[in-house]
């Protein structure tokens, strides 16, 4: 059974907002970098965004640069991915990943390679007319 949980997908018109969250179970997630990843169809995942919880450092792909946000409500285990101004071209699933790191590590790198331990489910984002 899953750790982490998706919530928030669904289908939006370009320009539109949605907010993903990402609640985890069995752990607590202060000492854990969280990232938001996604993949379309036919095309490789990609790091969208990332933070690490205990400093609040973050990582964001420069596809999505001023767009969407990430941040997080540890009294509910959760982190968010506000993604604003959306475009169709954002349309993939999203998957929520979810690993501790240590207090001296980058996100970045951790993000840019995807290594992250636990994912969750997945939860569709289409943005369409």
């Known amino acids: 059974q899953s750790q982490l949980v998706e919530s928030g997908g669904g289908l939006v018109q370009p320009g539109g907002s949605l907010r993903l969250s990402c609640t985890a179970s069995r752990f607590t997630i202060n000492y854990y970098a969280i990232g938001w990843f996604r993949q379309a169809p036919g095309k490789e995942r990609e790091g969208v965004s990332c933070?690490?919880?205990?400093?609040?450092?973050?990582y964001y792909a420069d596809s999505v640069k001023g767009r969407f946000t990430i941040f997080d409500d540890t009294a509910r285990n959760t982190v968010y991915l506000q993604m604003n101004n959306l475009k169709p071209e954002d349309t993939a699933t999203y998957y929520c990943a979810a690993d501790f790191i240590a207090l001296a590590s980058p996100v970045q790198e951790m993000c840019v390679m995807g290594d992250f331990s636990s994912w969750g489910q997945g939860t569709q984002v289409t943005v369409s007319e």
């Open positions: 933070l690490k919880i205990s400093d609040g450092s973050t």
